[in-house]
């Protein structure tokens, strides 16, 4: 069974709307994390954020959010006003000691 | 400040022929290293990690093996490539330890003809 779903395969916006990728995931640890990263078309991950269980506040990093909620096993993010930099691939990934990645969300931002 | 390198950026080699990708940390000590895999349009493949020099696990039995001679070098290797070894292969780091993030090398896009 999958660890991390990201049901969004691919969403489509147009330049300034806001846009949430959805991340559910599955653990019988009460110690996890959640990340998220980013994969421009260059190809390389970069770390966004990194969230453990027990901390269930929702963070704010500019125009990113991230909602996590442990009821509905989630960790949502939110870019609020798209650019078109934000085009790219986007994983969430769980850590039970091991890294678990979901299949990625392909942001297209089109101007 | 940490850095990773992996190279080469891209290889196209034939199918049966060696392989053999170097990735390689500065600016830390005894991190954990691993190798990813993604082929075109999926998500992450952990293929092998490893905790100090010599220490490999595996995690998808395959034709690739992983070695660490050096406490910041971690290589992978297959002494015959198949078609179905092509894709992005990317080598990440992070601090010793459970939970840690993971940083990123660049990656190599292999392509097995």
């Known amino acids: 069974a999958q660890k991390v779903t990201q049901a969004q395969t691919e969403i489509s916006v147009v330049e300034k709307e806001d846009v949430t990728l959805d991340c559910v995931y599955e653990?019988?640890?009460?110690?996890?994390?959640l990340f998220w990263y980013k994969q421009p078309p260059s190809g390389e991950l970069v770390f966004l954020i990194r969230?453990?269980?027990?901390?269930?506040q929702n963070e704010i990093s500019g125009r990113y959010s991230w909602n996590f909620q442990k009821s509905t096993s989630s960790f949502n993010f939110t870019i609020t006003a798209s650019q078109v930099v934000d085009s790219a691939v986007y994983f969430c990934?769980?850590?039970?000691?091991?890294?678990?990645f979901g299949s990625g969300t392909k942001l297209n931002v089109k101007p | 400040s940490q850095t990773i390198h992996q190279w080469p950026a891209t290889l196209v080699q034939p199918v049966g022929s060696p392989l053999s990708l170097e990735c390689t940390v500065e600016?830390?000590?005894?991190?954990?290293l691993y190798w990813y895999r993604q082929a075109a349009g999926r998500g992450l493949q952990l293929l092998f990690y490893?905790?100090?020099?010599?220490?490999i696990s595996s995690e998808v039995p395959q034709n690739l093996s992983a070695s660490r001679p050096q406490d910041r070098q971690f290589i992978l290797s297959s002494k015959k490539l198949l078609l179905s070894d092509s894709g992005f292969y990317l080598c990440?780091?992070?601090?010793?330890?459970?939970?840690?993030?993971?940083?990123f090398g660049p990656g190599t896009r292999l392509t097995v003809l």
């Open positions: 990440a780091w992070s601090v010793t330890g459970s939970y840690n993030e993971q940083f």
């Open positions: 653990t019988r640890d009460t110690t996890y994390y």
């Open positions: 969230r453990n269980s027990f901390d269930e």
């Open positions: 990934a769980l850590s039970e000691a091991l890294f678990y």
């Open positions: 600016g830390t000590s005894n991190p954990n």
């Open positions: 490893s905790v100090g020099i010599g220490q």
